[in-house]
T-cell receptor, first 118, second 115 residues
């Protein structure tokens, strides 16, 4: 149980185009999903936190107009990189937190999406 | 502010050696959680352990063991008899106890195990 998928796993796009990455919780409902970015040989940096049905909360320094996040249902969140540029090339990882009450609020990670902008 | 420090950027060992990965954290919360994740070359994060702040017992799972010491704010990870398959980047992370709390990652330690 507690599987999170991401699609696509790899994407190459041309500079100036937009790319959408999907994050799905396959066997649980997630009130909260997180999006991380990881540059080569660096740590995971939280980009934004999204709650189902409300606007995402972006971390300082992350352009909300460039990285559009939609969390339309309890099992799906999308990250759209608009007008992508080579510096947006990175590994994007999502995680999902299931509905529950009490105890620790576990976070399950997706396998990541490698974006290359040419 | 919460912070996780992994001072070791890279460690290289020969197979069968024991290796300890250090993790030091900072938090003002009384209730918090500490984690270790493994990230192999494929990129997918593999959850290894979660420990809450009230449980200072050391944990052993096969060749893996963890030493949590609140007095020194450390949560170190030891691999006994390392194997080539242990080669990966290992991240220590910290989170508060609330649903809205973020997971704060350290900078990671790249472990290379040579045959």
């Amino acid at each position: 149980g507690a599987v999170v998928s991401q699609h696509p796993s790899r994407v190459i796009c041309k500079s100036g185009t937009s790319v959408k990455i999907e994050c799905r919780s396959l066997d649980f409902q997630a009130t909260t999903m997180f999006w991380y970015r990881q540059f080569p040989k660096q740590s995971l940096m939280l980009m934004a936190t999204s709650n189902e049905g409300s606007k995402a909360t972006y971390e300082q320094g992350v352009e909300k107009d460039k990285f559009l996040i939609n969390h339309a249902s309890l099992t799906l969140s999308t990250l759209t990189v608009t007008s992508a540029h080579p510096e947006d090339s990175s590994f994007y990882i999502c995680s999902a937190r299931p509905l529950r009450s009490g105890g620790y609020y576990e976070q399950y990670f997706g396998p990541g999406t490698r974006l290359t902008v040419t | 502010a919460q912070k996780v420090t992994q001072a070791q950027t890279e460690i290289s060992v020969v197979e069968k050696e024991d290796v300890t990965l250090d993790c030091v954290y900072e938090t003002r919360d009384t209730t918090y959680y500490l984690f270790w994740y493994k990230q192999p070359p494929s990129g997918e994060l593999v959850f290894l352990i979660r420990r809450n702040s009230f449980d200072e017992q050391n944990e052993i799972s096969g060749r893996y063991s963890w030493n949590f010491q609140k007095s020194t704010s450390s949560f170190n990870f030891t691999i006994t008899a390392s194997q080539v398959v242990d080669s990966a980047v290992y991240f220590c992370a910290l989170s508060g106890a609330f649903n809205t709390d973020k997971l704060i990652f350290g900078t990671g330690t790249r472990l290379q195990v040579f045959p």
